[in-house]
């Protein structure tokens, strides 16, 4: 009857002492990172801190996805960062034993560096100037069309009127074409984050854009599904957002 009764403790002790460990299993981070543009962001470095010298570290899929694991229930301070981006820091992320961890969406923003990306000058010519939609990405005045083009070259300068002047010409000497149409009017009706691509013409203009004593601005706009691709990332951000308030 003894020897039966310890065996029944041992075995009570031996659940139990599974029991709990099985509760103080490690836990794991997931979340999604998305740029400036509402865009999900790939390959950008997310980690944590565990001591002072060593880190867990993983990198975001194609679609900004990430998962950090195995990590020890405590709290966490989980950084995110990549080429041409600023460090985004999220304190306070608290680990649970045998739990995944859900982050609130991750905004990175575009790092203002001096030694960002210029304009490409063409060597054959010149006078024409081209920005591809890599650097309208990390241009810090991206959302402002007239302040983008002028950062293109120190012959291009912003009059009082917010109108486009090259190289001191008179008021509506600047030409705008949008995808090979020309424009009646200025860049105002056109959203910056439409941009394609943008080449400016400083002088020696092409005959296919007529005769003009100012400068020429070309526009190639994105395609309508990477806009509508941007819009439904933007508005599910704002949903979720909306939600967590």
Known sequence: MMKATIQLILSLLILFSNSAISQT???????KVFNDLVEPEPYIEVWVDITGTKKLTTTTDEKGSFTIKPLDPGTYVVYATGFGYDTTIIKKVKVTPDHITYLNDIDISAA????????????DDPTLIRMDSDQIKVIPVRYDPVA???????EIKKGADGELYFRGSRN?????????V???????NLPARSYGSIQVYTGGIPAKYGDTTGGVVAIE???YFS???QEKNRREIARKKA???
Do not use: H
């Open 25 to 31: 299993g490690p836990g794991e981070i997931k979340g």
């Open 112 to 123: 203002v560096v001096a030694e960002r990306k210029t304009p490409i000058i063409i060597k």
């Open 148 to 154: 983008m083009i002028e950062s293109m070259s120190p």
């Open 172 to 180: 509506g000497a600047t030409i705008y074409y949008v995808d090979g």
């Open 182 to 188: 020309k424009l009646r009017s200025t860049l105002a």
């Open 221 to 223: 706009t994105q395609g």
């Open 227 to 229: 806009l509508w691709r």
């Open 243 to 245: 939600l967590r308030n």
